[in-house]
């Protein structure tokens, strides 16, 4: 258990549904990250947050996704209008990236 | 575009035998690589951290070397273990990158044969 908590653990929609999803990072960590992972490649870099304030988003990063955290604490990941190549691990991770959550994964159906 | 790669996608090693693990990553200004485990359904969990002012860093049971020279980032793995199976990434990081994203490589797996 690093410390990161991600919920849910998986999450089945169909397409054309939202989804959110939660990741508590340790508490201390001003960084949280956001990642996707496709089976057999390695994270892709999604978004982060220093503090509340949302720095920097991938490409990868359409209109249909949106990332929030308000506090600076917990941070949510949405996904609007979901479509099957949106399936995939979402991952969340504390500080640089010492620290990852075990990850939320998404299958559309 | 840049790119940080692993030479193997499968390693398949003998029990009690020693594991090595190469990547190659492309970006010159990277000054900070970190080693993950992932076993299946799991987040990656970190193992080892190198920076560029080193060339080699030892944790328990594993070795990381760097060769800057040829961008090439290795992981050793002494005495492997059936508990060692897993997906191990390499994953890079530059100062320049003041945002601290990382980059991974595709991954190799290992199987250990008891």
């Known amino acids: 258990d690093t410390g990161v908590s991600q919920n849910p653990r998986h999450k089945i929609t169909k397409r054309g549904q939202n989804v959110t999803f939660r990741c508590d990072p340790i508490?201390?960590?001003?960084?949280l990250y956001w990642y996707r992972q496709t089976l057999g490649q390695g994270p892709e870099f999604l978004t982060y947050?220093?503090?509340?304030?949302?720095?920097?988003k991938s490409r990868l990063l359409s209109d249909r996704f949106s990332a929030e955290r308000p506090k600076g604490s917990f941070s949510t990941l949405e996904i609007q209008r979901t479509e099957q190549g949106d399936s995939a691990m979402y991952l969340c991770?504390?500080?640089?990236?010492?620290?990852f959550g075990p990850g939320t994964r998404l299958t559309v159906l | 575009g840049e790119s940080v790669g692993l030479h193997l996608p499968t390693l398949s090693v003998q029990e009690g035998d020693n594991s090595i693990i190469n990547c190659a990553y492309s970006?010159?200004?990277?000054?900070?690589f970190i080693w993950y485990k992932q076993e299946s359904g799991k987040g990656p969990q970190f193992i080892i951290d190198?920076?560029?002012?080193?060339d080699k860093r030892q944790g328990q049971r594993v070795t990381v070397l760097l060769n800057k020279t040829v961008k090439h980032l290795s992981l050793q793995i002494a005495a492997t273990q059936p508990g060692d199976s897993a997906v191990y990434f390499c994953?890079?990081?530059?100062?320049?990158?003041?945002?601290?994203?990382?980059?991974f490589g595709q991954g190799t797996e290992l199987s250990v044969k008891p």
């Open positions: 508490s201390e960590h001003n960084r």
């Open positions: 994953a890079e990081n530059s100062f320049y990158n003041q945002g601290g994203k990382l980059i």
């Open positions: 947050f220093q503090n509340e304030a949302q720095l920097e």
């Open positions: 991770a504390s500080s640089l990236g010492k620290f």
């Open positions: 190198i920076r560029s002012n080193m």
């Open positions: 970006n010159s200004a990277s000054d900070y």
